[in-house]
């Protein structure tokens, strides 16, 4: 049995000023999107990207992510409570981002960036999306220092204690996403991007990827104590990840005819 360290969710504190880890793990995103776009840059096949133009992707992805997110959490989760405290939705610091609401508005700034530079939307789709999974690995890192998203109760050797929320050993679900949604899915897609792909396979590999590992780690996770299991015993969570993974497969099956029509 495991017990969480319980870290101090504050980095660096100078006078009023506080520096979180949640924050860092951002800043840490940003950082290994543009250091893995910059190798990506350097491939044969993705010879006509400029640093630039990597840099001025970031600023579209990072206002998709931020915007996206919270409005995702805000009509997702906690629709009701918002409508009546509608103030609150600008209430960042409190917390509450969504992924999927944050993906979406990653697609619409893609979207947007994709006509100002001329290039194809699934084309540039494919060269972010093995840019992402590392960044997504921080971000469950977050959680965890936070202590925050525990697992399901477990009798597992690895069950660790959360004492902000009981003495059960739970699941550390936090870790599960980490290596599924960050090592496991960025393996793939560096891998398989590796080698010339139909237009679109890589952003359906994406899709698929992240909604199955989702999924999967989901049976592990606490669901929100204000949602709970919603039909057929699925988080909502999961039902978010539905959707990605017919629409990755659907993809991927459009862009390998595509080739050979």
Same mark, same amino acid.
């Given at each position: 049995?495991?017990?969480?360290?319980?870290?101090?969710?504050?980095?660096?504190?100078?006078?009023?000023?506080?520096?979180?880890?949640?924050?860092?793990?951002?800043? #840490?995103? /940003?950082?290994?999107?543009?250091?893995?776009?910059? *190798?990506?840059?350097?491939?044969?096949?993705?010879?006509?990207?400029?640093?630039?133009?990597?840099?001025?992707?970031?600023?579209?992805?990072?206002?998709?992510?931020?915007?996206?997110?919270?409005?995702?959490?805000?009509?997702?989760?906690?629709?009701?409570?918002?409508?009546?405290?509608?103030?609150?939705?600008?209430?960042? %610091?409190?917390?509450?981002?969504?992924?999927?609401?944050? /993906?979406?508005?990653?697609?619409?700034?893609? %979207?947007?960036?994709?006509?100002? =530079?001329?290039?194809? %939307?699934?084309?540039?789709?494919?060269?972010?999306?093995?840019?992402?999974?590392?960044?997504?690995?921080?971000?469950?890192?977050?959680?965890?220092?936070?202590?925050?998203?525990?697992?399901?109760?477990?009798?597992?050797?690895?069950?660790?204690?959360?004492?902000? =929320?009981?003495?059960?050993?739970?699941?550390?679900?936090?870790?599960?996403?980490?290596?599924?949604?960050?090592?496991?899915?960025?393996?793939?897609?560096?891998?398989?991007?590796?080698?010339?792909?139909?237009?679109?396979?890589?952003?359906?590999?994406?899709?698929?990827?992240?909604?199955?590992?989702?999924?999967? =780690?989901?049976?592990?996770?606490?669901?929100?104590?204000?949602?709970?299991?919603?039909?057929?015993?699925?988080?909502?969570?999961?039902?978010?990840? *539905?959707?990605?993974?017919?629409?990755?497969?659907?993809?991927?099956? %459009?862009?390998?005819?595509?080739? #050979? #029509?």
């Amino acid at each position: 049995m495991l017990i969480h360290p319980q870290f101090d969710p504050i980095a660096i504190a100078i006078g009023p000023l506080a520096i979180r880890w949640y924050g860092l793990m951002y800043l #840490t995103a /940003f950082i290994l999107f543009l250091l893995l776009g910059r *190798l990506r840059i350097k491939q044969q096949a993705y010879a006509g990207w400029q640093v630039k133009q990597l840099d001025d992707m970031l600023f579209y992805g990072v206002l998709g992510v931020v915007l996206g997110g919270r409005l995702g959490y805000v009509l997702f989760y906690k629709f009701d409570y918002y409508l009546a405290h509608p103030i609150e939705i600008f209430y960042v %610091w409190q917390g509450g981002m969504s992924f999927h609401g944050g /993906f979406l508005g990653v697609i619409i700034a893609v %979207w947007l960036f994709a006509r100002r =530079v001329g290039k194809p %939307w699934l084309a540039v789709t494919d060269f972010i999306a093995p840019l992402v999974p590392l960044g997504l690995g921080a971000g469950r890192i977050g959680n965890f220092i936070n202590g925050e998203l525990w697992g399901r109760p477990t009798d597992l050797p690895w069950g660790m204690i959360f004492p902000q =929320v009981d003495n059960v050993p739970r699941h550390p679900s936090q870790l599960y996403e980490f290596g599924l949604e960050g090592l496991a899915l960025f393996a793939l897609l560096w891998i398989y991007s590796s080698r010339p792909r139909p237009v679109g396979a890589v952003s359906g590999l994406f899709l698929i990827g992240y909604g199955s590992f989702r999924f999967l =780690v989901e049976f592990s996770r606490e669901p929100d104590d204000f949602l709970g299991l919603l039909a057929l015993g699925l988080s909502m969570g999961q039902w978010l990840s *539905l959707p990605m993974i017919a629409a990755g497969i659907a993809m991927m099956i %459009w862009a390998y005819r595509r080739r #050979t #029509t």
